[in-house]
């Protein structure tokens, strides 16, 4: 494989985008899950062939190096490339089963919000990172005003205002930027003085804006209102794109272009801790499926962070890890809750009994991926945590206290939040009532007999759940990226030597 398919990862959801505005809707629908799933095969390729080529770069245009828009693929990107176009494909997949992607522009939103994700993640340079987080969000404004509850308009007012505010930090950060090292470039910025003042207050303003996009605390309130608000397939969408790619910015930059930042391990460590505990007990206060889930989400970003901040190969690779088991179980479990909610009309724990007895699979689905979210065996959750306890171990006193001791007691408030969610809704006597279609939740009506969840609801949960598991029986391929993917962010000399094109 060469580097001049890389732009072709932008190129293609783009033009298909382009192309569904003006087939019918039929037609629209048929080009929406195939186009993510060939970005995930090729992605897949480029993993294989970084096993003996680490870096493949392409400059557009064929430009020189320096003044073209490099695009930069190396086991990192690979491995975000080849999960996000997975479960994304498996998102959009339900929004085709259950009716959602029959709206117009739906397959166009998705595809474009595909190609932002995948530019994102390919580029090379600072300013072209804030252009394809840009064509990533505009298509969700939209996706998030069309799918999604009554108050989706006043939520989308947030989550447009919040992300609009966020890109003009990101826009400063990127100019102190090029003002302070006259140039936006990765591999240049990599052999910045990082000794500056001024490129570290810069640099700083570019990882706070990330940081508001990931939902770190104290700036992630907006994430737990905004998300739940949404359609479930959209959330799941957005789950798995929107903070994912924010992630993986905060670990590029932070490694490429800071070298790791050793002067800031310390407050960086508790920022991740606390986001940690504050993103596992924050379920405790939710009644919903999915605003449950949420402050998982916001849990999530703490562990992945956490194996960021402890700098360590093995704490690297454990929080990448982390993330890609994220990505598929948080997806599995709003799926499973999407499947729900479209069948039985609520999401609220107070509406839901005993759907255990009468959703066998969609029960047995949800267990599963709760325990991997807990960290228990068999799920790919109990490898990432005993990666980042293996690694929360090596380091010093005090720290390694507190750490390990931040990671059991956010595992305990996960596992008490969960199991919360479990008997509110999957244990306690046969469900007898729901809502009427159309109406509240105080306007119930008998749940007719019969009435399951269609198996092709929950067959996209049962996929990504099965991926899942499958990091845990086979673990060893997905370690072995990881850590070549580690050894690419601590050694970036190949990566600037071959961006720069020395």
């Given at each position: 494989?060469?580097?001049?398919?890389?732009?072709?990862?932008?190129?293609?959801?783009?033009?298909?985008?382009?192309?569904?505005?003006?087939?019918?809707?039929?037609?629209?629908?048929?080009?929406?899950?195939?186009?993510?799933?060939?970005?995930?095969?090729?992605?897949?390729?480029?993993?294989?062939?970084?096993?003996?080529?680490?870096?493949?770069?392409?400059?557009?245009?064929?430009?020189?190096?320096?003044?073209?828009?490099?695009?930069?693929?190396?086991?990192l990107s690979a491995v975000m490339l080849?999960?996000?176009?997975?479960?994304?494909?498996?998102?959009?997949?339900?929004?085709?089963?259950?009716?959602?992607?029959?709206?117009?522009?739906?397959?166009?939103?998705a595809l474009m919000l595909t190609a932002?994700?995948?530019?994102?993640?390919?580029?090379?340079?600072?300013?072209?990172?804030?252009?394809?987080?840009?064509?990533?969000?505009l298509p969700s404004y939209a996706l998030?005003?069309?799918?999604?509850?009554?108050?989706?308009?006043?939520?989308?007012?947030?989550?447009?205002?919040?992300?609009?505010?966020?890109?003009?930090?990101?826009?400063?950060?990127?100019?102190?930027?090029?003002?302070?090292?006259?140039?936006?470039?990765?591999?240049?910025?990599?052999?910045?003085?990082?000794?500056?003042?001024?490129?570290?207050?810069?640099?700083?303003?570019?990882?706070?804006?990330?940081?508001?996009?990931?939902?770190?605390?104290?700036?992630?309130?907006?994430?737990?209102?905004?998300?739940?608000?949404?359609?479930?397939?959209?959330?799941?969408?957005?789950?798995?794109?929107?903070?994912?790619?924010?992630?993986?910015?905060?670990?590029?930059?932070?490694?490429?272009?800071?070298?790791?930042?050793?002067?800031?391990?310390?407050?960086?460590?508790?920022?991740?801790?606390?986001?940690?505990?504050?993103?596992?007990?924050?379920?405790?206060?939710?009644?919903?499926?999915?605003?449950?889930?949420?402050?998982?989400?916001?849990?999530?970003?703490?562990?992945?962070?956490?194996?960021?901040?402890?700098?360590?190969?093995?704490?690297?690779?454990?929080?990448?890890?982390?993330?890609?088991?994220?990505?598929?179980?948080?997806?599995?479990?709003?799926?499973?809750?999407?499947?729900?909610?479209?069948?039985?009309?609520?999401?609220?724990?107070?509406?839901?009994?005993?759907?255990?007895?009468?959703?066998?699979?969609?029960?047995?689905?949800?267990?599963?991926?709760?325990?991997?979210?807990?960290?228990?065996?068999?799920?790919?959750?109990?490898?990432?945590?005993?990666?980042?306890?293996?690694?929360?171990?090596?380091?010093?006193?005090?720290?390694?206290?507190?750490?390990?001791?931040?990671?059991?007691?956010?595992?305990?408030?996960?596992?008490?939040?969960?199991?919360?969610?479990?008997?509110?809704?999957?244990?306690?006597?046969?469900?007898?009532?729901?809502?009427?279609?159309?109406?509240?939740?105080?306007?119930?009506?008998?749940?007719?007999?019969?009435?399951?969840?269609?198996?092709?609801?929950?067959?996209?949960?049962?996929?990504?759940?099965?991926?899942?598991?499958?990091?845990?029986?086979?673990?060893?391929?997905?370690?072995?990226?990881?850590?070549?993917?580690?050894?690419?962010?601590?050694?970036?000399?190949?990566?600037?030597?071959?961006?720069?094109?020395?």
């Amino acid at each position: 494989m060469t580097a001049a398919v890389l732009p072709l990862f932008v190129a293609v959801p783009l033009a298909v985008a382009a192309l569904a505005v003006v087939l019918p809707s039929r037609a629209a629908r048929a080009v929406l899950v195939p186009t993510p799933l060939l970005g995930a095969a090729g992605a897949l390729a480029l993993l294989v062939e970084h096993t003996e080529n680490p870096v493949l770069v392409h400059q557009v245009g064929g430009f020189v190096p320096g003044i073209a828009i490099p695009l930069v693929s190396d086991t990192l990107s690979a491995v975000m490339l080849t999960v996000t176009g997975l479960t994304s494909a498996v998102c959009v997949a339900y929004a085709v089963l259950g009716g959602e992607a029959r709206l117009r522009f739906f397959p166009s939103l998705a595809l474009m919000l595909t190609a932002g994700v995948n530019g994102a993640l390919l580029t090379g340079d600072l300013f072209n990172l804030f252009v394809f987080i840009e064509v990533m969000l505009l298509p969700s404004y939209a996706l998030i005003a069309m799918t999604g509850t009554w108050r989706r308009l006043g939520i989308g007012r947030l989550f447009v205002v919040v992300n609009l505010v966020t890109s003009t930090i990101l826009l400063a950060g990127v100019g102190l930027v090029y003002g302070v090292a006259g140039s936006v470039n990765m591999a240049v910025l990599a052999d910045a003085d990082h000794d500056d003042p001024r490129f570290l207050l810069a640099v700083g303003v570019v990882l706070l804006a990330l940081m508001v996009k990931a939902g770190v605390v104290p700036v992630h309130g907006w994430l737990p209102r905004a998300y739940p608000a949404t359609s479930g397939a959209v959330m799941a969408l957005f789950s798995a794109l929107h903070t994912k790619v924010a992630l993986y910015a905060i670990y590029r930059v932070h490694s490429v272009v800071l070298d790791g930042a050793p002067d800031w391990a310390l407050p960086a460590l508790a920022l991740a801790v606390v986001t940690m505990l504050v993103g596992a007990y924050g379920s405790l206060g939710e009644r919903a499926i999915r605003r449950s889930l949420a402050w998982q989400m916001v849990a999530g970003v703490g562990y992945i962070l956490l194996g960021l901040f402890i700098g360590t190969r093995l704490g690297l690779a454990a929080g990448l890890f982390y993330m890609v088991h994220h990505i598929l179980v948080m997806g599995a479990l709003l799926l499973a809750a999407a499947a729900i909610e479209q069948t039985y009309r609520s999401g609220q724990f107070v509406r839901m009994s005993g759907l255990m007895r009468r959703e066998p699979l969609l029960a047995t689905v949800t267990a599963l991926a709760l325990l991997s979210l807990v960290g228990f065996p068999p799920s790919s959750g109990f490898f990432a945590k005993v990666g980042i306890v293996r690694a929360a171990a090596e380091l010093d006193q005090p720290e390694r206290v507190v750490v390990l001791a931040a990671v059991v007691l956010a595992s305990l408030g996960t596992l008490v939040a969960m199991l919360k969610l479990w008997r509110d809704v999957f244990w306690g006597p046969p469900l007898e009532e729901m809502p009427s279609r159309g109406s509240t939740d105080t306007d119930p009506i008998d749940v007719p007999p019969g009435t399951r969840s269609p198996r092709r609801l929950t067959a996209p949960a049962t996929v990504l759940l099965a991926t899942s598991l499958l990091l845990f029986v086979v673990p060893a391929p997905p370690w072995d990226a990881a850590l070549r993917a580690v050894d690419g962010l601590l050694d970036v000399s190949t990566y600037a030597e071959e961006v720069a094109g020395r």
